[in-house]
């Protein structure tokens, strides 16, 4: 452990699921780290869109995890638990959490923090962990995609879609995003997308097939689901893989099995926050290893969108539901 620490916080909750001003400040008890853990001084937390579809009280937090949303924070580590290195007291971290990220403090494991390189804001620093972990774990890992193959990634100006147009770009990837509207397709092009189509001007099945030359991609990460699906799998080439990480277009989608077994297609997603800490650790080793160098040199970088204090966190859920947002949002809470 360390110094004198308050015992109550300023955190954000909610009595009822519902629109974005059922957020407000609560005060509640500053939590202690346990084996493994640290606590975090949070300097900045990520806002993501699993935090609306908790708040709209649909994605209730796995068991063990705090109530409190947000899942990715940058601070200064002042506590920690037992079976962790006393030198990690002061630490400039960024973690992946499972809850508890809208507050003063936040517990994390400690296994899944990574330190914050010279160089990286800590604003930055909070708009990491979340979308790094899961364009990691669900492209390379899930999705097998290797140097000079073509991915096709759905909301290229979202988080995800800009950290999958960052990270694809460094491994060698050439990505193809789609965006609603001109001004979003300009923006995903100046991150680094090799193309940007406006799904909403042409049918984005038609555009791949035209900028691949009828070859179609090798990956897709889907974050839409629903109808998506079968016109996603229409953009795929032979031995295709098709990786979903979120079911905003619905929970259902109709296929043709018989095309899947023809064009041996592959059908995979996955959801970070539920997964063990042992994984996440894992996952984390991973990251710092192979990854994390490009952060270090100043290479990989969110786009950032907003920052807004903590206390107003029902206006940038808004911001993020209203869609207009390019890149990442975040709270402040120092």
């Not at 189509?197 to 839409?224: C, P, S």
């Amino acid at each position: 452990m360390t110094g004198q620490l308050p015992e109550t916080m300023t955190a954000i909750g909610f009595d009822a699921p519902g629109a974005p001003e059922v957020l407000r400040p609560e005060t509640v008890s500053v939590p202690l780290p346990g084996k493994g853990q640290v606590l975090i001084r949070v300097a900045f937390a990520g806002v993501n869109r699993p935090d609306v579809i908790q708040r709209q009280g649909f994605y209730p937090p796995p068991p063990g995890a705090s109530p409190i949303l947000g899942l990715e924070v940058s601070g200064t580590v002042v506590a920690v638990g037992e079976e962790v290195d006393a030198a990690m007291l002061g630490q400039q971290v960024c973690a992946l959490v499972a809850g508890g990220g809208y507050a003063e403090f936040c517990l994390a494991e400690a296994a899944v923090c990574l330190p914050v390189p010279a160089g990286l804001p800590l604003d930055q620093a909070a708009a990491l962990p979340e979308t790094l972990f899961t364009v990691w774990h669900n492209v390379f890992e899930r999705g097998y995609a290797s140097e000079g193959e073509t991915m096709l990634v759905h909301g290229g100006t979202s988080g995800i879609g800009s950290m999958a147009i960052m990270l694809g770009k460094l491994m060698g990837l050439t990505v193809i995003v789609t965006c609603g509207g001109a001004d979003k397709c300009t923006a995903a092009l100046r991150i680094g997308a090799a193309h940007a189509i406006d799904y909403k001007a042409v049918d984005f099945v038609e555009e791949v097939a035209r900028i691949t030359d009828g070859k179609g991609v090798q990956l897709v990460l889907d974050m839409v689901a629903g109808d998506y699906v079968a016109r996603n799998l229409k953009c795929l080439a032979d031995d295709g893989r098709h990786v979903t990480i979120a079911v905003q277009g619905g929970l259902q989608a109709t296929i043709n099995m018989a095309e899947v077994m023809r064009r041996r297609l592959t059908l995979t997603g996955s959801t970070l926050r539920p997964r063990s800490d042992q994984f996440k650790a894992l996952l984390a080793q991973e990251i710092a290893r192979y990854g994390w160098q490009w952060v270090e040199v100043g290479e990989l970088r969110p786009v950032m969108d907003r920052t807004f204090p903590l206390a107003d966190a029902a206006a940038a859920h808004a911001r993020m539901e209203a869609g207009s947002h390019i890149g990442k949002i975040v709270l402040a809470a120092g």
